[in-house]
């Protein structure tokens, strides 16, 4: 009996390991589409935070001061479901939003963004200075 089920649980288990590689290299260009989405939404808040501080002299204090004045629609979260931030830290104003830790690597981002390790969670972060990016 066992001669017999030892061929069935070979090619179960090679069907298993087939299976597994296909599906992790299916995710990586949907982690890949979803980090340039996070980062394209995060670059148009920017743009519209610096307009916003051009006509008030200030930082929004949230993405609702933001619609529909200065961005059309606001994206208030990432593609992974995580809240953008704004934060004022020392007259800049930083954008930021979460990740599950391991999901964006320093490289995947454009420059300006820094990715920060947060234990769990990574946080992604584009700082505005008073002057610009």
């Given at each position: 009996m066992k001669d017999k089920l030892l061929p069935i649980a070979a090619v179960l288990l090679f069907l298993a390991v087939i299976f597994s590689v296909g599906t992790m290299?299916?995710?990586?260009?949907?982690?890949?589409?979803?980090?340039?989405?996070?980062?394209k939404e995060m670059t148009m808040i920017a743009d519209a935070a610096m307009e916003y501080r051009s006509a008030t002299e200030g930082w929004p204090v949230n993405i609702d001061d933001l619609v529909p004045k200065?961005?059309?629609?606001?994206?208030?979260?990432?593609?992974?479901?995580?809240?953008?931030?704004?934060?004022?830290?020392?007259?800049?104003?930083?954008?930021?939003?979460?990740?599950?830790?391991?999901?964006?690597?320093?490289?995947?981002?454009?420059?300006?963004?820094?990715?920060?390790d947060e234990g769990t969670m990574d946080e992604i972060r584009l700082a505005i200075k008073r002057n610009g990016l």
């Open positions: 290299l299916q995710e990586e260009p949907v982690k890949a589409s979803r980090i340039h989405q996070t980062v200065y961005l059309r629609t606001a994206a208030l979260s990432n593609p992974l479901g995580y809240r953008y931030l704004l934060k004022n830290e020392d007259g800049n104003l930083v954008i930021t939003t979460l990740l599950p830790t391991g999901v964006a690597r320093q490289r995947d981002l454009e420059p300006g963004f820094e990715l920060i």
